[in-house]
């Protein structure tokens, strides 16, 4: 499943941070809690896919119906307990974490330039804009929240 995700240590890898980033910033404008739909497009930004049996097996473990509401909870309970879900939803944890070599949930931008480039990206204008547009608070830091903000409001699942 790669490094991100196999490693335990004291830092973002082995604990809840991923997941409860990914509930908070997909719940943030809704009261805390989100629909099974929001859930439903949460978890294919993460990389789920559009597998509508998944995401039934996922509800019915957590005994929730299509209108029901998800808190964090349970959430990191149903991916913790659903290994199969868990490394279908990895792909933003395992790629952010590729950059995040000190595992404190944030890497410099000035490391993910870098990183682009030795990686054989061309780091252009427009890259450029759009690593300085995801430091939401122009820290000089990319956090998880904030890429995975930046990530969800490309995709439409959050407003801009």
């Given at each position: 499943?790669?490094?991100?995700?196999?490693?335990?240590?004291s830092?973002?890898?082995?604990?809840?941070r991923?997941?409860?980033?990914?509930?908070?910033?997909?719940?943030?404008d809704?009261?805390?809690?989100?629909?099974t739909?929001?859930?439903?497009?949460?978890l294919?930004?993460?990389?789920?896919?559009?597998?509508?049996a998944?995401?039934?097996?996922?509800?019915?473990?957590m005994?929730?119906?299509?209108?029901?509401?998800?808190?964090?909870d349970?959430?990191?309970?149903?991916?913790?307990?659903h290994?199969?879900?868990?490394?279908?939803?990895?792909?933003?944890?395992?790629?952010?974490?590729?950059f995040?070599?000190?595992?404190?949930?944030?890497?410099?931008?000035?490391?993910?330039?870098?990183?682009?480039?030795?990686?054989?990206?061309?780091?252009?204008?427009?890259?450029?804009?759009?690593?300085?547009?995801?430091?939401?608070?122009?820290?000089?830091?990319?956090?998880?929240?904030?890429?995975?903000?930046?990530?969800?409001k490309?995709?439409?699942?959050?407003p801009?």
């Open positions: 499943m790669g490094d991100l995700m196999s490693k335990k240590s830092g973002w890898e082995g604990d809840d991923y997941l409860q980033t990914e509930f908070s910033v997909m719940a943030k809704h009261g805390g809690v989100l629909s739909g929001q859930l439903t497009k949460l294919m930004a993460l990389g789920f896919g559009g597998d509508e998944l995401t039934e097996m996922l509800l019915k473990g005994h929730k119906e299509r209108e029901d509401t998800i808190t964090l349970e959430y990191v309970e149903a991916l913790k307990s290994e199969d879900v868990m490394v279908k939803t990895s792909k933003l944890r395992v790629i952010f974490g590729n995040d070599d000190a595992n404190e949930g944030r890497v410099s931008k000035s490391k993910i330039k870098t990183r682009l480039r030795v990686m054989d990206f061309e780091v252009d204008d427009n890259m450029l804009k759009a690593i300085e547009e995801t430091d939401a608070d122009k820290d000089g830091y990319v956090t998880y929240e904030e890429f995975l903000t930046k990530h969800l490309n995709k439409g699942f959050i801009k």
